[in-house]
């Protein structure tokens, strides 16, 4: 359906429907900064939150504000920031309070205000801030009362999908770095032997370690390099928390420079490929590594190179675990916490436990190639992650500019391209047939009926299309597509001997497909599938294939807007299915719908119809 448009004369905006108005803020709504409050009166905890240039800033004993407002942040670092508050609550001087009096819907406005990147308008100064007087002159594009409200509702709707997305992607990220960490400990302070014998470390915060390691201190272990430069023409070097040492432009490039460099660079220390770099500032934090290069760093940091046959490396992971950097913020000194030191007799005192040097070089090797593998993973989520915000900002643009008509848009809960589709079925499959294939009964038939039931339970957005078929639920293009690139990939292959009840055949790259696994399925859709397999993978193909055509029943219905009976659902199946579903008793199909809801297999509407036609992306 087209519209008619008009030139907003707004350049950002550009063309808008015709019945919407274009009005300064000022005559849609007030504005005023908030109350000043000392940071003496902002607790941790408390009654009524307090809301600064920033966000949150903590909680107070008593309230300037009741009932529901927008904030813009007007001062701080991320001064332009847009929110919508209820309750009771203190918003500060750095906070501007919008009173909209009635005029416009407050779910609309706050995606406007939002969608307008206000921080641009900050002034450039030391401490970034926001003029009213300059926010409430610049020009909006308003729709309609009922439209307002349409617009709400469906940014609430969409944003909320896709935070959701966002924040399970969050959440495995974390999972990943606690995994990452729980492998680093293991390997530093137990190795590799699990039936090795232990002794006790003599060190309480230690306790036992494999009976063949030592303890020795870092006295022991290291020396102090103090050797002073004199040249101009050499590498500067930066310590970074996370990245350990790098290259002073690399630490400029990612804003991650702690220290600006002099005009000379004479008297600066000299670091040796291999030395332990440590700020001592902020050893407590982990700010330390391992240097790959010969260079020179600010003479306010320690340099140690060992004084014995050790593996840098080693040492650098151990002292990297939370024991040891507990450890390194109790033996620093100083007058306050942020000016806490860790100087060298201090970290001389520290003890370290010490496997042979063999043992140490594989624990390295291991260490290197395992927190590669995750650290991939985590960059990938990442970028999804990034993906999936701009694409949450350009939905909010063009239905706040009037780009998208609220009433026929109906955007895919992910942003994803159909390539990224087929992909993540090529990746679910794969781990079904790791899971299944090796089981007598592991047909093709019981292969897709799984395939099936786990995107639809996990509700996995794969836009695949099963149809009804006389063994339930297909999709022969998704399949035929899906066996060309487990082919290509060399994960598995069909069977092609007649005589052999498995389906697939497996190939020398079988477990490929799991270094994709962790960025395509949170941990919930993988729950789900785990639960399918684990149900199905040693039941008989009659079996799968009775619950998925229920389910492929059951879940049409859902999908048309009705909540069906179990009568209704295995009349369905008799009749309108295919003539082949009436081998099987009407009393089994009934006690497969008991079993399924007993299972937690209870389809919700998700998907496309089997009948073809209606979808549903819930």
Request: glycine share 6%; hydrophobic share 35%.
């Amino acid at each position: 359906m087209s519209r008619n448009m008009k030139d907003s004369g707004i350049s950002w905006i550009g063309q808008i429907p015709s019945d919407w108005d274009v009005k300064k803020l000022k005559y849609l709504s007030s504005m005023k900064s908030g109350d000043s409050i000392t940071s003496d009166s902002i607790e941790e905890t408390g009654d009524y939150p307090v809301f600064g240039g920033n966000g949150l800033r903590g909680y107070t004993n008593r309230y300037t504000h009741d009932g529901e407002f927008i904030l813009i942040g007007r001062q701080g670092a991320l001064c332009g920031n847009v929110r919508k508050v209820s309750g009771q609550f203190w918003p500060s001087e750095h906070a501007v309070v919008v009173y909209d009096g009635g005029k416009v819907n407050k779910g609309w406005y706050k995606y406007f205000l939002d969608n307008m990147n206000l921080n641009q308008y900050s002034t450039s100064a030391a401490q970034p801030g926001l003029s009213v007087d300059q926010i409430m002159n610049l020009f909006a594009c308003v729709p309609p009362c009922d439209m307002q409200q349409a617009i709400a509702n469906y940014l609430d709707s969409k944003t909320a999908a896709i935070d959701t997305l966002i924040t399970d992607k969050q959440k495995l990220i974390g999972l990943l770095k606690d995994k990452r960490q729980a492998i680093i400990n293991e390997a530093v302070t137990k190795g590799f032997n699990k039936s090795a014998k232990m002794k006790d470390s003599g060190v309480e915060w230690i306790g036992e370690m494999p009976e063949e390691w030592n303890v020795l201190t870092n006295r022991q272990l290291f020396v102090e390099r103090n050797e002073k430069n004199s040249q101009e023409d050499v590498t500067l070097l930066s310590v970074t928390k996370y990245l350990g040492v790098i290259l002073q432009s690399e630490a400029e490039d990612q804003n991650l420079a702690t220290v600006a460099p002099s005009e000379t660079l004479s008297g600066y220390k000299t670091v040796r490929k291999g030395d332990l770099v440590m700020n001592i500032m902020r050893a407590k934090d982990g700010s330390f590594g391992v240097s790959d290069y010969d260079g020179v760093i600010s003479p306010a940091y320690c340099i140690y190179f060992a004084r014995k046959k050790v593996n840098p490396e080693y040492l650098y992971y151990l002292f990297k675990t939370p024991m040891y950097i507990e450890i390194f913020k109790n033996y620093s000194t100083g007058i306050a916490e942020h000016r806490m030191r860790l100087y060298p007799d201090s970290f001389y005192k520290i003890t370290a436990i010490l496997p042979p040097i063999t043992q140490q070089d594989a624990i390295v090797l291991y260490l290197n190639a395992e927190t590669e593998r995750i650290n991939n993973v985590v960059l990938l989520l990442e970028k999804q992650i990034e993906k999936l915000k701009e694409y949450r900002q350009s939905i909010i643009s063009e239905a706040v500019t009037g780009k998208v008509m609220i009433e026929d848009a109906q955007p895919n809960e992910l942003p994803t391209s159909r390539r990224e589709s087929v992909f993540r079925r090529l990746v679910l499959s794969a781990y079904i047939l790791d899971n299944i294939c090796d089981e007598p009964t592991a047909g093709r038939v019981k292969f897709e009926k799984l395939l099936y039931l786990s995107e639809h339970c996990a509700k996995l957005p794969l836009h695949s299309d099963f149809r009804r078929h006389a063994a339930g639920p297909y999709d022969p293009q998704a399949l035929y597509s899906v066996d060309e690139q487990l082919k290509r990939n060399k994960w598995f292959i069909r069977n092609k001997d007649k005589k052999e009840t498995r389906a697939y055949i497996r190939l020398e790259k079988s477990q490929g497909y799991r270094t994709y696994l962790d960025s395509n399925f949170t941990v919930e859709q993988k729950k789900h599938i785990d639960n399918l397999i684990e149900i199905f993978k040693g039941a008989r193909t009659i079996q799968s294939e009775i619950v998925a055509t229920l389910y492929g029943a059951w879940n049409d219905f859902l999908i048309e807007g009705t909540n069906p009976t179990d009568m209704q659902i295995v009349d369905e199946v008799l009749t309108n299915w295919h003539e082949r579903k009436e081998r099987i008793d009407r009393e089994r199909w009934q006690a497969a719908l008991n079993w399924m809801r007993e299972k937690g297999i209870v389809p919700v509407g998700f998907g496309t119809s089997t009948k073809g036609g209606a979808s549903s992306g819930d």
